[in-house]
């Protein structure tokens, strides 16, 4: 399964609803693509296999393309 979109200066990407209890959390993988500009981009977290939480090393805005894979149970 997989989901793209843009995350932009939050850091928050919201995964689908149907995902939960549907995926193995512990597959979900996250590529992160700047825009714009250079970003020391990172995932802090993954949220109850719900939400990804992406932040800028540098300090700076987040805006970048995201795809975000993971593979059933």
Same mark, same amino acid.
């Not at 995964?15 to 959390?25: E, R, S």
């Not at 693509?33 to 939400?51: P, R």
């Given at each position: 399964?997989?989901?793209? $979109?843009?995350?932009?200066?939050?850091?928050?990407?919201?995964? !689908?609803?149907?995902?939960? $209890?549907?995926?193995? !959390?512990? /597959?979900? /993988?996250?590529?992160? /693509?700047?825009?714009?500009?250079?970003?020391?981009?990172?995932?802090?977290?993954?949220?109850?296999?719900?939400?990804?939480?992406? %932040?800028?090393?540098? $300090? $700076? !805005?987040?805006?970048?393309?995201?795809?975000? %894979?993971?593979?059933?149970?």
């Amino acid at each position: 399964m997989e989901v793209s $979109g843009i995350v932009k200066i939050d850091g928050i990407i919201e995964l !689908p609803q149907d995902w939960i $209890g549907v995926v193995n !959390p512990e /597959t979900i /993988t996250v590529q992160l /693509t700047a825009i714009g500009v250079q970003q020391e981009l990172f995932v802090q977290g993954i949220q109850y296999g719900a939400k990804v939480i992406v %932040r800028n090393g540098a $300090g $700076g !805005p987040i805006n970048a393309y995201y795809l975000v %894979r993971a593979e059933s149970k």
